[in-house]
């Protein structure tokens, strides 16, 4: 897919997306970020009822030369990770918004979200 | 041979837990060397990243995959400029290089082509090499990362010697053509015999002499073109109108890994021997060379380099732990491979458990993997029986 960045989507500047609903949120990386990575080759989600904490490393992706820590947007309890992605890790590259989400996340401060990026925002951090 | 990079995220150095956000800004250093293909490299699609202090192409538009599978079904072509020619000439050149190089260099016929290795006085390894006997001189080719120390160390090594021990870098670049399809499409630029495995010839290809070597580092059948760097331009263009596919180095780590080909400052170290790395086959001790005595003192090594597959899910990367019922042991090199689809790499581990078949366990960033020591090499895997 070409360049995009959502402008329902909220970021953080380690090349995160939230797609934010009430106190449930669900996270992936951003086409930027699947970009410089590459094929992304392996991605081996992290369990649900696990925690999250904002700006920590929750998870990894692959590609086949080099591995990436993936952040937490935001704080909370993962209720949903996406299996899809064991068999299909390349979704993450092809879809990053869609079927390349992570983790569905129920939020412990759904406040913390005031300090994420919106996509203009998010862009301009793109370009320096 | 491709050296480990010194900074950036490919080529050995894994940037295993940096953020995103450094590894775009690895590239953008300004002090890189590059090669006269570099705007080649543009044009078709390159990701350029800091390599041994060059500004070199990791993948081109189609991805590491697609460049590996195209040079295992067809033909790619690395621009391996980067690398750096020592030439040696004199009456004593046959002499000094039998001196510093762990192969028997008497038994290099003309224009043939040999492997070796540099050790120190310890026996550890400084560089490995493969080298060319042209007439009355030799030309080896070092990695880049250590072209400068091999070449002030054989300068150093050479008196006592009546010899001339030249950096001949800049006067030479290189391209790797590699895969099934790479002598045809190398043959189709020249009215010369491609020379065998192996082997070297001077041909005019696409117009342009070169010493064209049968030589590689892909475990495909191929060439290796030295050239004029004025002229590499022009055989790139070349070759990729006849279809040879632009490979990157990202892709030369995958092929070399699947064919369990060492990579210097992964596999290969000061800190160990040759006989460790399996590399005792290119290394005559009975010759004497620098670094024979420590080895031969040194008697079998307590662990030995191993190529490995994962059973399971993961990939293995350098630094990752090994376990195994004899004790530790430390992954190398680690990809996924793209033609078995599975974790691959090469690992020392005790040599009691580098034999074919032993189960081994990879750590992999705090999640234990279950692996398989294998036969090398990897890719094309041997046949049963």
Known sequence: ?128 | MVPPASTGPFGGQYLSEEPLASRALASSTSTLRRTPLCDRHVAAGARLVAFAGWEMPVQYEGGVREEHLAVRSGAGVFDVSHMGEIETRGPDAEAFLQHVLSNDISKLADGRAQYSVLCREDGGVLDDLFSYRLGDRFLTVTNAANHEADHAWLAQRASGFEVEVEDVAARHSMLAVQGPDARAAVAALTDGELPARMGTAILSVAGTECLVCGTGYTGEDGVELLLAPEHAPALWDALLDRGVVPTGLGARDTLRLEACFHLYGNDLSTDRSPIEAGLGWACKLDTGFVGSPALRRAGEPLQRLVPFAFTGPGIPRQGNPVRTEAGAGVVTSGTLSPCLGIGIGMAYVPASAASPGTAIEVDVRGKLRTAEVREKPLYPPRKAG
């Open chain 1, 1 to 128: 897919m070409d360049e995009s960045y959502p402008d329902d989507l909220r970021y953080h500047p380690e090349h995160d997306w939230a797609r934010i609903d009430g106190d449930e949120a669900v996270f992936g990386v951003t086409w930027y970020a699947q970009d410089a990575l590459g094929e992304v080759v392996f991605y081996d989600p992290p369990e649900v009822g696990g925690t999250v904490s904002k700006d920590q490393a929750y998870t990894e992706v692959e590609s086949v030369k080099a591995v990436s820590d993936v952040f937490a947007p935001l704080s909370g309890e993962i209720v949903a990770v996406n299996e899809a992605l064991n068999d299909g890790p390349e979704a993450i590259n092809a879809d990053p918004y869609g079927d390349g989400w992570m983790v569905k996340v129920r939020l412990s401060d759904p406040a913390e979200a005031g300090s994420l990026l919106d996509a203009d925002a998010y862009k301009a951090l793109l370009q320096g």
